[in-house]
C-alpha cells in the first residue's frame, strides 16, 4: 500500500522530468518508441530525450506491478467489504487510463489539455492511494467524526481547496517556459502572471483554511484521535510551508527546472498530506 503511494507521486516526478527537458516527443510514437522498436535505439544522432521518455514509460510498467499487487491483496481478503475491496481496483485501472492518455499526448504532439490532463488524473491517483492506505489501516464501520462538526466540516473544505491549488499549479506551468515544448514558450495561452496570481491566491486560502483547523483541534480534549489528527495537521502544515518557499524561490529566480521539478514533487506530497489530514479527522 506505502509503496503503490510512493509510486504514484514518483512518476509525477519521472513525467515532470520529461516535461522540463522538452522530452515529451523524445519517443516519436505510442506504444512503441519507435516505430518498430519498443526501446530507444543509441546511435551517433541520439540525444537523451527518448531515454528520458522511455525512463517514464518503464515507470508506468513498474507502477501497474505494484497496483496489481495491491489489487491481489485488496480483493483476496474476505473478511472486508465489498466497498473497501473495489478500491482496489482503482490504482491499476487508473494506471491503465494514464497509459492511454499517455499515448494520446505522444499522437496529438503534446496537446496542452491532454498534458493537463495527465498531471491531474496523477494527482487524483495519489488521493485515492492514500484513502486505499488509510482504509487499510481501519475497520468497516459507519465512519465517525473524531471531533466537533466545525472540526469536520473545516477538514471537508480544505479537501476541496486542494483541488484548484493543484489545477491551477498545472495551468501556471503550462503558461511558462517549462511547458514541455522546446518550439514554444508556453503550451497554454494564458497570461502567466494572470495564472500565477490566481494560484498563489488558492493556495494562500488553503493555508487560511489549514490554520482555522489546527486551531480549532487544539481547542478539542486532547483523546488519542484527537492527537493523531493534530499530527496530521501539522504534518499537512510542514508540506505545506516547505511547498510554498519552493514556490516563491522558483519564482523570483527565473523558474530554474531543478526547482520547478521541486514543485511538482510537492505537488503529489501536498495531495497525500491533504487527504492524510483529512482522513485522521474521522474513525472506523
Not at 462538526?149 to 484548484?164: C, E, N, Q, S
Not at 508556453?186 to 493556495?203: F, G, I, K, N
Not at 502544515?237 to 514533487?265: C, I, K, S
Request: include cysteine; charged fraction near 10%.
Amino acid at each position: 500500500m506505502i509503496a503503490n503511494v510512493v509510486a504514484q507521486i514518483g512518476i509525477i516526478v519521472t513525467g515532470g522530468a520529461v516535461r522540463l527537458t522538452g522530452s515529451g516527443l523524445g519517443c516519436s510514437t505510442w506504444p512503441l518508441c519507435e516505430p518498430g522498436q519498443f526501446t530507444p535505439v543509441f546511435h551517433e544522432a541520439t540525444s537523451y530525450h527518448p531515454f528520458v521518455e522511455f525512463g517514464n514509460r518503464t515507470m508506468t510498467g513498474v507502477l501497474a506491478v505494484i497496483a496489481l499487487a495491491v489489487l491481489l491483496l485488496v480483493w483476496s481478503d474476505r473478511r472486508r467489504t465489498d466497498s473497501y475491496r473495489l478500491l482496489g481496483v482503482v490504482p491499476l485501472a487508473g494506471v491503465a487510463a494514464q497509459a492511454l492518455i499517455g499515448g494520446v499526448v505522444v499522437l496529438l504532439d503534446l496537446h496542452p489539455g491532454w498534458v493537463s490532463l495527465h498531471f491531474v488524473v496523477s494527482g487524483a491517483l495519489v488521493w485515492v492511494s492514500a484513502y486505499l492506505l488509510h482504509r487499510h489501516g481501519e475497520g468497516d464501520g459507519a465512519p465517525r467524526p473524531v471531533a466537533s462538526g466545525a472540526v469536520t466540516l473545516t477538514g471537508r473544505v480544505l479537501g476541496f481547496l486542494v483541488i484548484p491549488v493543484v489545477v491551477l499549479g498545472v495551468v501556471v506551468t503550462g503558461s511558462g517556459p517549462h511547458s514541455g515544448d522546446t518550439e514554444v514558450g508556453y503550451r497554454l495561452a494564458v497570461d502567466p502572471l494572470t495564472m500565477t496570481r490566481a494560484h498563489s491566491a488558492s493556495v494562500w486560502l488553503f493555508v487560511g483554511f489549514l490554520a482555522l483547523l489546527l486551531v480549532l483541534l487544539l481547542r478539542q480534549p486532547a483523546t488519542d484521535l484527537v492527537r493523531r489528527a493534530r499530527r496530521g495537521a501539522w504534518l499537512l502544515l510542514a508540506v505545506t510551508l516547505a511547498q510554498g518557499a519552493v514556490g516563491y524561490a522558483q519564482y523570483f529566480n527565473g523558474l530554474p527546472a531543478l526547482l520547478v521539478g521541486l514543485h511538482m514533487l510537492g505537488a503529489g506530497l501536498l495531495v497525500w498530506a491533504t487527504a492524510n489530514a483529512v482522513l485522521r479527522l474521522r474513525t472506523r
